[in-house]
């Protein structure tokens, strides 16, 4: 069955220092891999998605960036958090040619 | 902007009563998405109506999609404490894999 990973599940970082998220899918190949980020009480707002390796299309300009190195590995950094960066970071995954998506358990990024 | 609104933002009831959940929509879909959010968690998918079907039921769930409205629900009925969490539509445009507009939610508070 397939698994999707992420870490840390929480993370508190000072304004200006940098962020590495990763997110990990097992049991599966060639995943559509996806952040979101999440407000409190709000839904959630598309930031990369990625059909395959290096692969990676950006919804909004904005503070971050992402990687695909590998098949099943998906990666969110930040050379400098700003403060308007804190969030609920959601990775997930589709299988190609299917519409479900798969959720990981999230990030609480604070940005301090 | 979201492409889902649900209605109400928050809902409260009795165990045992059913719940209903709205969402609308702007623009013509492939298919409509449930999902489901425990708090601090990630989502975990429902279930899923395509734009040609009116209306599926998956256990407790009945979803309903109507087009020319553009507007689908979700009735849970025989609701149980644990059904307590943020229920998400989310709207797909395209016709070969996955890209999801999330609405804001609904959080739904069953009281035992």
């Known amino acids: 069955s397939q698994t999707i990973h992420q870490w840390p599940a929480t993370l508190v970082q000072p304004v200006g220092s940098p962020l590495s998220l990763e997110c990990t899918v097992e049991?599966?190949?060639?995943?559509?891999l996806y952040w979101y980020r999440q407000a409190a009480g709000r839904g959630l707002q598309l930031l990369f998605y990625s059909v395959g390796i290096g692969q990676i299309s950006s919804e909004v300009p904005q503070n971050l960036s992402a990687s695909r190195p590998q098949d099943r590995q998906f990666i969110l950094s930040s050379k400098k958090l700003l403060l308007s960066d804190s969030g609920f970071y959601l990775c997930?995954?589709?299988?190609?040619?299917?519409?479900?998506?798969?959720f990981g358990p999230g990030t609480r990024l604070t940005v301090t | 902007s979201q492409q889902g609104e649900e209605d109400p933002q928050a809902l409260s009831i009795q165990e045992g009563e059913n719940a209903t959940m709205n969402c609308s929509y702007k623009?013509?879909?492939?298919?409509l998405q449930w999902y489901r959010q425990n708090s601090g968690r990630g989502l975990v998918h429902l279930i899923l109506?395509?734009?040609?079907?009116r209306e599926k039921h998956s256990g407790r769930l009945r979803v309903t999609l109507d087009t020319s409205k553009k507007s689908s629900s979700l009735l849970i009925t025989a609701s149980r404490a644990a059904d307590t969490a943020s229920y998400f539509c989310a709207t797909d445009v395209r016709t070969s894999g996955s890209r999801l507009t999330f609405g804001e939610g609904t959080q739904l508070t069953v009281n035992p």
């Open positions: 109506i395509r734009s040609n079907e």
């Open positions: 623009t013509s879909i492939n298919n």
């Open positions: 049991g599966t190949s060639n995943p559509n």
């Open positions: 997930a995954w589709s299988a190609e040619r299917s519409y479900e998506q798969y």
